[in-house]
């Protein structure tokens, strides 16, 4: 009963996001109100019956209802309930309804948030959302129904695949689904504009907060998904430049630099037409990563069914929308006014080069996904694209922005002063040259590659504290000055210096981890030690344990430094009766920034068992990073000039409440 | 400054930075491209020795061998054709024998593959699709290695990475 409810609050939303899709649109013709609200009706509706369908299926999970074969093929009656609730989504069917439930959150925001819009502005966003939502809802009623019941029942479920059942799952997807999806209110705005052919600052204002958003929960995702990696399958690696991976990377590349094209929108009124661009690029680059990770067109944990008809499918969802919204691009685009002046030399010239690399920077990671893939198909032969290519490639685009980075916010709008900023960022250079040279005195030659990185990195962060320094006179003027300054500062001056200084942090994460990273890789015994990076390692022994739906081995190693004891650690081997398969479990001992990081191997006949044991140096530094972005983005979005739902210019704001 | 002569700064100035990541992704694909073969290609093809490249097959059963400190030995075969390969380090949670897999690196001058890196990155079928397309391409493809999964495959991954001398840390 659950499950034919859910299919048929299924049903229902994309009635609705059909209504929706047409019938503002008419009202926006005639200049009818009552037809343009509609949109929101039915956006708010679309999204109470998405969620109803939603929880149909999170509640068939829980009760191991085994007539459904989405439940029977993911789902287990011994897993414990959070992996019941995660597994909904850790499957293509349950992933696919997450996406079309966060796509309607995402309408329902803009219809209850954007009171504020004008009507008919209102009226094109929700249609083309509803676009969007009604090719998605087609897709998952036509392909893949998560709510097909099994003619008999089985007693027991194949239970899920067991790399997924960690707490990654409950955090990762939802968070990249609410950053791929989010940007598509941005595309949505985009397109809105195309059709009505006006666009102006108050445009870039509303739609900033939306892109910031999605841009906060991508880049958390990312990270997330990252560090899953890293301790879930056993050997360390946190970036594999795996196409999925690359299909989160793109949108979030894209996604930045429309964040900062909408700021010279939104401020000077200028580059207009590029970031509506830009806007429907992110969200293309979006449906591109969901038509890579859910088609089939490559095999990695993330593509969990290969069925080509899904993949036409996606396929044909792909070239209507990104076709028709650069048609519509292109005819429309010229239409649009042009925006202000600017010299090369100024906040805006600096814009344009975040925007001209980080563009560029993704059109590499695209070449780069898709290459091999038109390689196989036009030419029929396979190649690999790994990470020697992005090294040789993307690295150095990336270096130059981030040279690049700390000059932005410190240059002037209109007309900058090079000179001035660069005597300003004068002590965050030396900072960052007598880093490289005490990293290079320290490790003693070597490549010089990775001491200069980290002078980059230690050079991007500085850069940030200066220009916090800068804004508010520290060391120039009286301490109590400083902290009224400080406390006048917009929260999205603090934002660009978390976010910034959130860049310089990840990129020492990676040059530690990658250039210092020591292994030891080798079969103990019980009563054997390893050294590794300082550490003495003994195995004390294995130990067998019973979980709810599997056995593990575990391996406790007795860890010492120096003759003193630190701790204990405890890897282990689980392996999942009803799949027949095994996961690792890595141990970690986190020290200040650096972990050591223990996982298992294949016990042998002799009652030894095969061990991986990494010390790795500073590599929390990576996903502090990102957070610290993410931080950032929090700042910026509270700054009262973005707050969602309350997008009007601030001096209005202002003199209506003075005493806030 | 002009408007025409701003707007021939900033288009100078990209078509100046589209060249540069031009020439950084030619320059990448010349030196970092990994190509694919299969036991039978590598024999037709006589690849010289220390040139990497990915070999895809299916373990031969019976022909694993583990030595000393982690040392392995098997062979991939692909119907026509067997190739040794050694790795040394812990074998992906998913290698086994008679099944799909995956393996990067070079052959030496004896004609072993030195692998540095053993994928076992494979749905239900045990088979990863580069494999099971090369097997499909020669016509060795049986059908039960399709029908072992009934509904939806789901799939797993496990790597391997092979001893440090041989990785690029």
């Known amino acids: ?660 | 400054m002009t408007r025409k002569q701003r707007r021939m700064t900033i288009i100078g100035g990209s078509l100046a930075v589209l060249a540069l990541a031009a020439a950084l992704v030619l320059n990448a694909l010349r030196d970092s491209i990994v190509f694919f073969s299969t036991p039978t290609m590598v024999a037709e093809k006589h690849v010289e020795p220390g040139k990497r490249f990915r070999l895809g097959g299916l373990v031969q059963p019976g022909s694993l061998q583990r030595g000393d400190n982690l040392a392995v030995t098997f062979e991939v075969a692909d119907g026509n054709a067997k190739l040794p390969v050694a790795f040394k380090g812990i074998l992906p949670d998913l290698f086994r024998e008679g099944q799909g897999v995956v393996a990067e690196g070079a052959l030496d001058a004896n004609g072993v593959f030195k692998a540095d890196t053993v994928l076992a990155k494979h749905d239900e079928t045990y088979m990863p699709k580069d494999v099971a397309d090369a097997l499909k391409k020669q016509g060795h493809w049986k059908d039960d290695y399709g029908t072992q999964a009934s509904g939806a495959a789901k799939p797993a991954a496990t790597t391997a990475q092979g001893n440090p001398q041989g990785a690029v840390r």
Request: aromatic fraction near 10%; proline fraction near 5%.
């Open chain 1, 1 to 660: 009963m659950i499950a034919e409810s859910g299919h048929y609050a299924l049903v229902l939303a994309l009635a609705l996001a059909l209504i929706q899709s047409v019938v503002p649109l008419i009202g926006a013709r005639l200049g009818d109100a009552a037809l343009m609200n509609v949109a929101r009706s039915s956006a708010l509706a679309q999204l109470l019956f998405v969620g109803a369908s939603f929880t149909a299926l999170v509640m068939l999970h829980v009760n191991s209802d085994f007539s459904v074969a989405n439940v029977y093929e993911n789902s287990h009656s011994m897993k414990p309930l959070l992996y019941k609730i995660t597994g909904v989504w850790g499957n293509h069917e349950g992933s696919m309804l997450l996406w079309v439930s966060i796509l309607a959150l995402f309408g329902g925001l803009v219809a209850s948030f954007g009171n504020n819009l004008p009507l008919s502005l209102r009226a094109h966003v929700l249609a083309v959302q509803a676009w969007v939502a009604s090719a998605f809802y087609l897709f998952i009623l036509m392909t893949s129904n998560p709510f097909l019941r099994i003619a008999s029942p089985p007693i027991e479920g194949r239970d899920l695949n067991p790399v997924l059942q960690d707490i990654g799952l409950a955090v990762h997807p939802p968070m990249l689904y609410l950053g791929y999806v989010g940007f598509s209110i941005s595309f949505s705005f985009a397109i809105a504009s195309l059709m009505e052919g006006r666009i102006d600052a108050a445009w870039a204002r509303w739609v900033r907060p939306w892109t910031l958003v999605a841009w906060i929960f991508l880049t958390l995702g990312i990270a997330m998904g990252s560090y899953w990696a890293y301790y879930e399958l056993g050997w360390g690696g946190w970036w594999f430049w795996d196409p999925v991976e690359n299909a989160s990377l793109m949108p979030w590349l894209a996604g930045t630099a429309l964040l900062h094209s909408a700021l010279v929108m939104e401020k000077r009124n200028a580059l207009k037409v590029w970031t509506i661009l830009l806007s429907i690029l992110t969200f293309s680059l979006s449906l591109l990563g969901t038509f890579l990770v859910r088609s089939g067109v490559i095999t990695s944990v993330h593509a969990f069914a290969t069925d080509p008809t899904r993949g036409v499918f996606i396929l044909l969802i792909l070239c209507l929308f990104i076709g028709g919204s650069l048609s519509l691009f292109a005819g429309r685009a010229t239409s649009l006014k042009q925006g202000g002046l600017f010299a090369p030399i100024s906040r805006e010239g600096a814009l344009v080069l975040n925007n001209l690399l980080l563009t560029v920077a993704c059109a590499v990671v695209l070449f780069g996904t898709l290459y091999p893939l038109a390689m196989e198909m036009l030419a029929d032969f396979k190649m690999s694209v790994g990470a020697p290519f992005y090294n040789l490639s993307f690295a150095p685009l990336f270096a130059l922005l981030l040279l690049a980075v700390p000059f932005g916010p410190m240059l002037a709008w209109k007309r900058g002063d090079l000179l001035g900023v660069m005597q300003r960022l004068l002590a965050a250079g030396v900072a960052g040259l007598v880093v490289v040279a005490i990293v290079w005195a320290w490790v003693r030659g070597g490549s010089a590659l990775a001491p200069l990185a980290i002078g980059l990195g230690v050079f991007v962060i500085a850069g940030a504290v200066t220009d916090l320094v800068e804004r508010t006179g520290l060391v120039r003027l009286p301490f109590a000055t400083v902290l009224h300054r400080a406390r006048g500062l917009p929260r999205s001056a603090w934002g660009t210096a978390f976010a910034h200084a959130g860049l310089g942090v990840a990129l020492i994460g990676i040059v530690c981890e990658t250039t210092w990273n020591s292994e030891y890789i080798a079969t103990m015994k019980p009563n054997e030690t390893a050294h590794v990076a300082g550490y003495d390692l003994k195995l004390d022994g294995l130990f067998q344990r019973q979980g709810p739906n599997y056995r593990e081995m575990i391996a406790e190693f007795k860890i010492s430094r120096d003759g003193e004891a630190v701790t204990v650690m405890t890897p282990s081997k689980r392996s999942f009766t009803t799949r027949g398969s095994s996961t690792t479990e890595a141990a970690l001992l986190t020290r200040g920034a650096s972990q050591l990081y223990v996982s298992l191997g294949d016990a042998t006949a002799e009652g030894a068992i095969a061990v991986r044991i990494y010390h790795k140096p500073l590599v929390l530094l990576i996903w502090w990073g990102p957070v610290l972005m993410a931080f950032g983005g929090v700042l910026s979005l509270s700054d009262r000039r973005l707050r969602v739902g309350a997008p009007k210019p601030a001096r209005a704001k202002q003199r209506l409440q003075p005493a806030e």
